[in-house]
Each structure stands twice: as structure tokens, then as C-alpha cells.
């Protein structure tokens, strides 16, 4: 099986990168997100600066997904994906609202 990293190369360039995190996050990828961009389920009890993120000039879609994400868990995700190069992050919430985060933003900090 191919890593997260592996398989974003192989998909080239100008795709998009697909996080989802949650306790619900496994169905949701396997049941409607039948798409040919990268999807990585990620769990939560990893802390997201230990990843070396492979989104460098890519759009990362975060879908939350379930009730049991914690609070600061999707910010601390966003802020590791704009450091890691991401063009910016679209926070899908569970309600389908969206936020665009991107590397210009400073006021979501997490310290």
C-alpha cells in the first residue's frame, strides 16, 4: 500500500488534498467521496506538527466529520497544513458551512 505522501505525488500537481478527521471520518470516505483526489483520514490522537505534510502548492479540503473532534484539533491541523506549503485550507464543517484558511491569516494562531 502506497503512503499518503506517495500517493499525493502520484496524483499529480494540481489536485486536491482531502483530510478527514473524526470519529465518523472512516464511513464518510468510504460511503460519497468518490473522487480522484488524495484522501487521508487522520487520527486525531496524533499530534499534526509530528507529520511531515506533503501539501506543499496544493488546496487541502479538512472535512470534520462526527462529534467527538477536539476543540483546538481542526486549528492546529490548518495551521500545520499553511506551514507545510498549502495554498490554503478549506474547513468543511459538519453542517457543510466552510471557512477558508489561508497562509496570511494570523488571528486563528494556535500557541
Keep these: 500500500m502506497a503512503s499518503f505522501k506517495e500517493t499525493v505525488e502520484s496524483k499529480g500537481s494540481n489536485r486536491d488534498v482531502i483530510i478527514l478527521i473524526g470519529d465518523q471520518a472512516r464511513q464518510v470516505v468510504e460511503s460519497t467521496w468518490a473522487c480522484n483526489s488524495p484522501k487521508l483520514v487522520f487520527n486525531e490522537n496524533i499530534d499534526p ?42 474547513v468543511v464543517y459538519q453542517n457543510l458551512e466552510m471557512m477558508r484558511f489561508e497562509p496570511e491569516m494570523e488571528d486563528f494562531k494556535v500557541e
Design 49 to 90: 506538527s509530528d507529520i511531515n505534510w506533503p501539501v506543499e502548492n496544493k488546496t487541502v479540503i479538512l472535512r470534520l466529520c462526527g462529534n467527538t473532534i477536539k476543540n483546538e484539533q481542526p486549528l492546529k491541523l490548518v495551521q500545520n497544513l499553511l506551514e507545510a506549503g498549502a495554498l490554503y485550507v478549506l
